[in-house]
């Protein structure tokens, strides 16, 4: 079993940033992937990055050169560092990890919200 607790979201203005966190915890292996998710109002979610036990990362191409994800592994926390933030990027921004990048995530967090205005 996995646990995944986020937090760091808010509210600030077009292109400031924003850090968040998600502290993990239960077994390793069901987390080789991690993963940030989020959900716009009236929009499905979709994949923002992720990053795999490697250190390989990927990115959505709306954020690439934006967003960073990371993970310090001696604490348990997934992180995903937002510049130059966009209205477009409001929503509610959720934690995810599985075992693999290239299937879908098997534990969620209950989400963060981020709120951009212009």
């Known amino acids: 079993q996995v646990q995944l607790v986020e937090s760091g979201g808010g509210s600030v203005q077009a292109g400031g940033s924003l850090r968040l966190s998600c502290a993990a915890s239960?077994?390793?292996?069901?987390?080789?992937?991690m993963a940030w998710y989020r959900q716009a109002p009236g929009k499905q979610r979709e994949g923002v990055a992720t990053?795999?036990?490697?250190?390989?990362?990927s990115y959505v191409d709306s954020v690439k050169g934006r967003f960073t994800i990371s993970q310090d592994n001696a604490k348990n926390t997934l992180y995903l560092q937002m510049n130059s933030l966009k209205p477009d990027d409001t929503a509610m921004y959720y934690c995810?990890?599985?075992?693999?990048?290239?299937?879908?995530?098997?534990?969620w967090g209950k989400g963060t919200l981020v709120t951009i205005s212009s």
């Open positions: 990053i795999d036990g490697s250190g390989r990362t």
């Open positions: 239960g077994d390793t292996y069901s987390r080789y992937c």
């Open positions: 995810a990890a599985g075992g693999s990048c290239y299937r879908a995530m098997n534990y």
